[in-house]
């Protein structure tokens, strides 16, 4: 073994260890002191009733034949003291708890990446995609497929089984069989033989997207920002001549017009052109160094969020968030 | 010692930036917050709608991005409440109907005054992006003819009359990415003309001004401007000062303040080892 990986082995040893001597402190510490990961909650009863017309509303005395759940509030840690546990008002939820433990270690887990890749992560992170692969497929089935073809194909079939309040007037909308003969047709991707069939409609999705797209960005960002480079110079206000208004103008169209130039290749980049391309050059430099320090801030305010959770909501150092 | 700093493991950098991050957060450091022009413009475009505006506020971002964009998410909820504007939720992203959640249990828990479907509703999820928006312009019933919880527009009280999203007197998106704010001014602001604003994380803010103002009314660029829209709402509405859940973006500018002072210390650090190096002979 050399000595660079000797000492990157060393370095790995003690961040490790710092790390789990420090969250074992806190976590001990927060278990001595408070409820660590322990969820409280109150129940909430709610009951509707349904009057001659069949409109359902609220009421407090519930009789049979009304509708009827529990929900179930939260109690934050400020008043949940030893006397509100004592009375039976409120419960200790037990999915709720493993739910915020689970929490607790997979954001541990996906953390622990920074000291070195390792099988806690992978497992986290596998488990975050199939999740949340998993979830976008079932909302695309209830709130796209379901209302949007199904619901236009058999429209009676889609009110009585799943969605009560359809308008079914329309009635069946054949034009809508297109689409479903699109997605049929996509669906032989997965077959093992005539994957052809599928590149019509994805020919078609990327034709529709290409259109669309190119509209967009030529309106709102072609025509409209070429619209809104064009500024007086010198500006006047109320006051007369307007100093920084004037300034931020004049900026405004020598970036422009230098950033532009600098992609400008049909002329070669010396002289005057080379020089106002490097000016250009500045410019985009500070852009890039804002779209930097904003990342930066991003990341950090990602990074405080969850450790409010993990001092907050999981070892109760301070308040919920 | 120069040669110990070149060779530094970079995990002693990442363990560093942790415990910047978590002290602050340990001691709820929080600093004094200036309000900037841009802030104010996305206030005042929220602000100066009489009350009973119709809001569209699409929330077109999912976990990942929560720690940086839900804090301006709650606080456009928030301000849209106390003003008792029409709030009308949608989300673009598949995993942003749970983020609306999050403002419309805000709703029902700090503004119990507030009626589901006269003051707030909600849209379900629909697949396609610039599609959505594109449709909503035009017919907002060929894209959404249920409310989340499968009742028909038409029995909404406040959806009855509305045609089509021209109908709002502003749009507030709250963006992570694409679909996202990008999409919204082309397919909406720029060739429709209504009056949108934007918060959106910090990757995206550079991208976003240049709309600024003909396409685009404000941008709330990150978590610092989230900070100074909790405390523009503070000055005007002092009630609101008092609620912890409506300071949580002015909560995590502490720790940005010492995990960037840290990190231009770093910064520093490196280009007078790269420089000493270079003068050495070593790099």
């Known amino acids: 073994m050399d000595k660079s990986s000797e000492a990157s082995k060393n370095s790995n040893t003690l961040i490790w260890g710092i790390i789990f001597i420090i969250g074992a402190i806190m976590l001990v510490w927060s278990m001595s002191t408070s409820r660590t990961g322990q969820v409280w909650v109150t129940p909430e009863q709610h009951a509707f009733t349904a009057d001659a017309d069949g409109k359902y509303s609220a009421t407090d005395t519930p009789s049979s034949g009304d509708i009827e759940w529990v929900t179930y509030n939260v109690v934050p840690d400020s008043e949940l003291t030893q006397e509100v546990i004592d009375s039976g008002s409120v419960t200790l939820s037990w999915s709720r708890t493993i739910g915020l433990w689970l929490a607790a270690i997979f954001t541990l887990f996906i953390l622990s990446f920074l000291v070195g890749d390792n099988p806690a992560y992978k497992f986290a992170e596998a488990l975050v995609v199939g999740t949340s692969a998993g979830y976008v497929m079932v909302i695309g089935i209830w709130d796209v497929f379901v209302p949007l073809l199904l619901g236009k194909l058999a429209p009676g079939f889609v009110q009585t089984a799943f ?23 996509l669906l032989f991707q997965l077959m093992p033989s005539g994957g ?30 070429i619209k809104a480079g064009i500024v007086p110079l010198w500006v006047t206000g109320e006051n007369g001549f ?22 400008f290749f049909s002329v070669e980049h010396k002289g005057f052109i080379g020089k106002t391309a490097r000016i250009g050059i500045w410019f985009l430099m500070i852009t890039f160094g804002a779209s930097f320090g904003y990342t930066v801030m991003g990341r950090i305010a990602l990074l405080a969020a969850r450790l409010e959770f993990l001092f907050g909501d999981w070892l109760h150092f301070i308040p919920s968030s | 010692m120069l040669k110990i700093l070149q060779n530094i493991d970079r995990r002693w950098v990442f363990l560093s930036m942790l415990l910047a991050v978590a002290i602050p957060v340990l001691a709820k450091t929080v600093f004094p917050v200036n309000i900037s022009p841009q802030t104010m413009m996305v206030f005042n475009a929220i602000e100066d709608l009489p009350e009973g505006s119709r809001i569209l506020l699409s929330y077109d971002f999912d976990p990942a991005s929560q720690g940086e964009l839900l804090p301006m998410a709650q606080a456009f909820t928030r301000h849209c409440s106390i003003k008792g504007h029409k709030q009308y939720y949608m989300a673009l992203w598949p995993l942003g109907p749970p983020m609306v959640d999050l403002s419309i249990d805000t709703i029902e828990s700090e503004y119990p005054n507030l009626v589901y479907g006269e003051d707030y509703m909600k849209f379900d999820y629909k697949t396609g992006g610039e599609a959505v928006i594109r449709m909503i312009t035009q017919d907002l019933r060929g894209m959404f003819e249920l409310d989340s919880k499968g009742v028909s527009l038409d029995e909404i009280p406040m959806t009855k009359n509305i045609k089509n999203i021209q109908d709002m007197d502003l749009i507030i998106n709250v963006s992570a990415g694409d679909p996202g704010t990008k999409q919204w001014v082309q397919f909406a602001a720029t060739p429709f003309g209504i009056t949108t604003v934007s918060g959106c994380t910090g990757v995206q803010a550079p991208q976003m001004y240049p709309y600024i103002p003909e396409q685009l009314a404000g941008v709330l660029g990150a978590i610092k401007a989230a900070a100074e829209y909790e405390a523009a709402i503070d000055e005007v509405y002092p009630s609101i000062a008092s609620n912890p859940k409506a300071q949580e973006a002015k909560r995590r500018m502490g720790p940005q303040l010492v995990a960037h002072s840290l990190m231009i210390g770093l910064i520093i650090l490196g280009n007078i080892i790269f420089f000493v190096s270079r003068k050495r002979g070593l790099a």
């Open chain 1, 163 to 185: 969605l009560p309040g359809m308008d079914v007037s329309a009635g069946t909308q054949f034009l809508y069989i297109i689409p479903a003969i699109l997605i049929i047709m």
């Open chain 1, 196 to 225: 052809w069939i599928s590149r019509w409609p994805i020919a078609f999705f990327i034709g529709i997207t290409a259109g669309y797209r190119m509209i967009g960005y030529v309106e709102a960002d072609l025509v409209a920002q």
């Open chain 1, 242 to 263: 307007a100093f920084w208004a004037s300034f931020n103008a004049v900026l405004l169209t020598v970036a422009t017009l230098s950033a532009m130039i600098y992609f």
